[in-house]
């Protein structure tokens, strides 16, 4: 008996709206979904399975279309070709050849294009732009992604691994982070040339062994009372936000920008958020008297159009990170905002009795050990509140220093 076939057409396909499958014949079907949608499906036997393989949307691909793609399917058949996976194939050799004119900085461009939006600033965005137009573009910024490799990336980082150790470390967490965004999309295929582990490894020295830690250049924990005080005595909203800075041990950017929606005022407590955070986790920090009474009398410089703490010149913008330089620089040049931080920790070990764990926290450090991290889930809040109490008394002693007797408080 010979097969029905070409039992469609246009004026019958119009009229049919059950949902259901209707056979024009030799494994071409017209799908009605519930929807009113109609689209072609090519149903076929491999071994003991059935498969379908969907060929499009009707009217979009015609009857005549369809039956084209069909006849195409059944000669696939034929030759024993699965006709569902020779499309696939044919998918990943269109993508691979595509791969070959998208550049690296294409790809460069378009991850950072994807992911700007979820960087804390501005700053971020422009290291990424900076170090890539420098450092990987005049290598492989015109090369098709697909045919990086590790060479390159040797290229790239070896003449500057040793001497600028920190940079050419970023820039290959930044090249490793557009490969693999790169994979994703299909773009390339294989493993990661720029991976550090089981890869770079093996031709280039830890960055611990050739980086020479850099230090803040800081204060003798010795001398702050006095110059403390002598900022405390100078009143002007540049020198009243240093001496927030220095008691509440943070860094210049989160001192900066502090709002008053941050402050708990019932709870004395600075609550800075996880996006304004290095470490990217919310940081509570108990206020000492000292820090309150600072807060106190910034009071009369609040505007209205803003909830800055600290406001500077422009509007809606914090104080600058220039002012409170300058401000340092004026007696001591060759010291750094930051480095009160370091004063703080040397204090603490030297003059102190209090645990190493809650000085790191006071400071927002996160715990590099994960078994130690696990084990430690709180803030320890008020232990470092007391922590916090001790150092701004310790500031606000203003005695000849070598008349100050070392504070030994025992944290509780």
Not at 48 to 58: A, E, F, I, M, T
Request: glycine content about 4%; charged content about 30%.
């Amino acid at each position: 008996m010979a097969k029905l076939v070409k039992q469609l057409s246009d004026i019958k396909i119009k009229k049919l709206s059950k949902p259901g499958a209707y056979p024009d014949g030799d494994g071409l079907y017209l799908q009605i979904r519930s929807s009113g949608a109609k689209d072609w499906f090519y149903r076929y036997q491999l071994g003991d399975k059935g498969k379908k393989k969907g060929l499009g949307p009707y009217p979009t691909i015609s009857l005549e279309k369809a039956r084209e793609d069909a006849h195409e399917c059944r000669i696939l058949r034929k030759n024993g070709i699965d006709p569902i996976e020779h499309q696939k194939a044919k998918e990943s050799q269109k993508a691979l050849a595509e791969s070959k004119s998208i550049t690296f900085k294409d790809c460069a461009l378009a991850y950072i294009e994807a992911h700007k939006r979820g960087w804390k600033n501005k700053k971020h965005l422009s290291q990424w732009e900076n170090t890539l137009s420098t450092y990987t573009y005049p290598v492989i910024g015109k090369i098709a992604v697909q045919d990086v490799d590790i060479d390159l990336i040797m290229k790239i980082l070896e003449p500057i691994w040793f001497e600028k150790t920190e940079t050419a470390s970023r820039v290959r967490q930044r090249i490793e982070n557009v490969l693999d965004w790169a994979t994703v999309r299909k773009y390339r295929q294989g493993d990661n040339p720029a991976l550090w582990r089981g890869r770079l490894d093996k031709l280039l020295p830890q960055r611990n062994k050739v980086q020479k830690p850099k230090h803040f250049a800081a204060m003798d924990y010795r001398e702050l009372p006095l110059y403390f005080k002598s900022i405390r005595q100078k009143d002007t909203l540049t020198s009243k936000a240093l001496a927030f800075t220095i008691l509440t041990v943070t860094r210049t950017s989160e001192a900066r920008g502090a709002t008053r929606k941050e402050i708990d005022d019932k709870a004395k407590a600075w609550i800075i958020p996880e996006n304004r955070m290095k470490t990217e986790r919310e940081h509570r920090i108990p206020l000492s008297v000292e820090a309150l009474k600072i807060l106190q009398e910034m009071e009369p410089f609040k505007r209205h159009t803003d909830d800055l703490i600290f406001p500077g010149l422009a509007q809606a913008k914090p104080i600058s990170d220039a002012s409170l330089l300058k401000l340092v620089k004026q007696t001591h040049p060759t010291l750094t905002v930051h480095g009160f931080r370091s004063s703080f920790r040397d204090w603490c070990a030297e003059q102190t009795n209090y645990p190493r764990e809650v000085a790191e926290a006071a400071l927002a450090h996160v715990i590099k050990d994960k078994t130690e991290a696990a084990y430690q889930r709180g803030d320890m809040f008020e232990k470092r509140r007391k922590l916090m109490d001790s150092w701004a008394d310790y500031c606000l002693n203003d005695k000849n220093m070598a008349d100050v007797v070392p504070i030994n408080k025992a944290a509780n």
